[in-house]
């Protein structure tokens, strides 16, 4: 199963741009990137994921390096309410479905 | 809009005690799955269901039972709880196929002593 590597902590100030990196080196190469981040505690969020190409959307944009190994996830405006703890996973496939492991996250703070 | 409700959001159970968590969802969604997150360990998953009347183990199933009878729900028993229990639990669904996003509740905290 591919692991993942997040740093544990990060301060962004407020209006910046966000950037949350990870490792995943021993990624296969039908296996998705995915990130979810979780609000205090609430249920953690889906927020978007990724193969080999970079994606964009409402919440953020994901950039996966050519070989895969790593990814960023970014934030462009970092607001007061993205203050979460966010999770870089790869996908895990089962016999019928997929299932997501989840590691300790990064815990990104924004400050004014 | 309801997604997933989970039940109670929160209990204090005393030991050797049964406990059935519950879960619902109303977005036809084929899979489900239980997490607990426990500080400094993250989500490890306990059981999960691909559709109804099937179920598998996660990481952590050891001490807890699910049944799947209809696609919306999907119960977490603990049998005779134990303090080690004492956890915050997520249920989650998703669309079985390819992008795999999951739908999270909002936790059940649950005390055991």
């Known amino acids: 199963d591919a692991k993942t590597t997040q740093p544990p902590s990060m301060d962004c100030a407020e209006g910046r741009a966000a950037n949350l990196p990870c490792n995943h080196s021993?990624?296969?190469?039908?296996?998705?990137v995915y990130w979810y981040r979780q609000i205090h505690s609430q249920g953690p969020q889906y927020i978007i994921h990724?193969?080999?190409n970079n994606e964009t959307n409402e919440m953020a944009s994901l950039i996966i390096t050519e070989d895969r190994k790593s990814s960023t996830l970014i934030l462009p405006h970092a607001t007061l309410r993205d203050t979460a703890v966010y999770y870089c996973?790869?996908?895990?496939?089962?016999?019928?479905?997929?299932?997501?492991?989840f590691g300790a996250g990064t815990i990104l703070r924004v400050k004014s | 809009i309801a997604g997933i409700t989970q039940a109670p959001t929160s209990q204090i159970l005393a030991a050797g005690r049964r406990m059935t968590l519950r879960c619902t969802q109303d977005?036809?969604?084929?899979?489900m799955y239980w997490y607990r997150q426990d500080l400094g360990l993250g989500l490890r998953l306990i059981h999960y269901?691909?559709?109804?009347?099937?179920?598998g183990k996660g990481e952590v199933p050891d001490g807890y039972s699910v049944s799947r009878a209809n696609t919306d729900d999907f119960p977490l028993t603990l049998a005779s709880a134990v303090p080690s229990q004492t956890s915050v639990y997520f249920c989650?669904?998703?669309?079985?196929?390819?992008?795999?996003?999951?739908?999270f509740g909002e936790g059940s905290r649950l005390t055991v002593l």
């Open positions: 990724g193969l080999k």
């Open positions: 021993t990624i296969s190469g039908n296996e998705y």
């Open positions: 977005m036809r969604h084929n899979a």
């Open positions: 989650a669904s998703s669309v079985e196929g390819a992008t795999g996003e999951l739908f």
């Open positions: 996973i790869v996908r895990i496939s089962m016999e019928y479905g997929n299932k997501l492991v």
């Open positions: 269901s691909n559709t109804a009347g099937t179920t």
